[in-house]
């Protein structure tokens, strides 16, 4: 498996924006090849900031998406709203699930 990370930054002018086109990635990035995981996440303190987690098949998986047309369409239509995005890509070393918690 392969993840990233991928570290978001609005305008402060443009966090609605920028929220609406990264919530449009979600549907066809789920439908490639290879996807696992992609989660949107949204700073509890800091308006302007999202973080996707994603979980890929495979670097090759991954590649796919970020040379896919709604991604380089997404970089391009986005560019008006970013303060600066950053992507982070890691391997796994350790993994541990925390049993359900009953109510």
């Known amino acids: 498996m392969y993840t990233v990370i991928a570290k978001i930054i609005a305008k402060p002018e ?10 449009a990635l979600i549907e066809p990035t789920i439908a490639e090849h290879g996807c696992i995981k ?3 996440h949204e ?5 302007c900031l999202f973080m996707f987690y994603e979980i890929w098949q495979s670097k090759q998986a991954c590649d796919f998406h970020l040379n896919s047309a709604h991604i380089k ?12 995005w950053e992507l982070f890509f890691l391997r796994a070393i350790s993994t541990a699930e925390s ?3 009953a109510d």
């Open 73 to 84: 369409n997404w970089v391009e239509i986005s560019k008006p709203f970013l303060q600066s």
């Open 14 to 23: 443009f966090t609605k924006e920028l929220k609406e086109s990264l919530e």
């Open 43 to 47: 700073s509890v303190d800091d308006p």
């Open 38 to 40: 992609y989660i949107l």
């Open 99 to 101: 049993p359900a918690i």
